[in-house]
């Protein structure tokens, strides 16, 4: 059973809007209207021009509502990551979703950059870190191998779930709930209408989370 989002005043899409175009240019985000949830999606991926399944997941999200998108080796090319800037918008929306490609069994470098910098002792956690208390984490991630090589007896020795704690642990820590992970196995050999049926299942997801 999902928690309950944390109380929050009423939020319009031109809050976040103008929390991105600040100092950055404006990402791709889309009107808050009357979901539940406010959904921020951190994707992070340095080379998407070539990840097929990628691009297809993540089309059509600024069109969602209540879905805030927010690429950022779009915005933050050079590592220099706003930080006031990046807990405000976790401060605006109820779900965050980590979405980014499962590298070297972690996230890639400007994710964990961002990681590093916003959530702080003292604010994410620790003596007065309340900031995200109540809020939901959940990791989107896609895999070149495959579900069997993700297994106790499999290529990688450990489940997805086993590799992930560490960003489980780090929600705790914040006073967050952990989803369950959307994974997306076997990306490099993937065929299009399997690209397109596990976008499908995303977008599924994104309802869900949206409703509460």
């Known amino acids: 059973m999902l928690l309950a989002a944390q109380e929050a005043s009423p939020v319009s899409s031109r809050d976040a809007e103008e929390v991105l ?3 950055a240019k404006v990402q791709r ?15 992070a991926h340095p080379a998407l021009e070539r990840s097929r399944v990628n691009r297809v997941l993540v089309r059509g999200l600024d069109r969602m509502e209540g ?44 994710l964990k950059q961002w990681e590093d910098l916003v959530l702080v002792h003292g604010w994410a956690y620790g003596t007065g870190g309340t900031a995200l208390h109540g809020k939901k984490l959940m990791s989107a991630i896609t895999t070149g191998g495959s579900e069997a090589a993700y297994r106790s007896d ?44 596990h976008a499908a299942t995303y977008r599924e997801r994104l309802n869900a989370l949206r409703g509460g």
Not at 29 to 43: D, Q
Not at 85 to 98: A, C, K, N, P, S
């Open 154 to 197: 499999g290529h990688n020795a450990h489940t997805i779930d086993e590799l992930l704690l560490p960003i489980k642990r780090t929600a705790i820590l914040c006073g967050m709930e952990y989803l369950r992970p959307f994974v997306v196995y076997g990306a490099h050999g993937m065929t299009k209408e399997q690209m397109n049926e």
């Open 21 to 23: 175009a600040e100092p």
């Open 67 to 110: 879905v805030t998108f927010h690429d950022l080796y779009e915005a933050y090319p050079d590592f220099d990551v706003d930080v006031e800037r990046e807990q405000t918008l976790l401060g605006l929306h109820d779900v965050v979703i980590m979405h980014h490609p499962f590298f070297w069994y972690s996230t890639p470098a400007l």
């Open 29 to 43: 985000e889309s009107p808050m209207g009357t979901a539940s949830n406010r959904i921020l999606i951190l994707f």
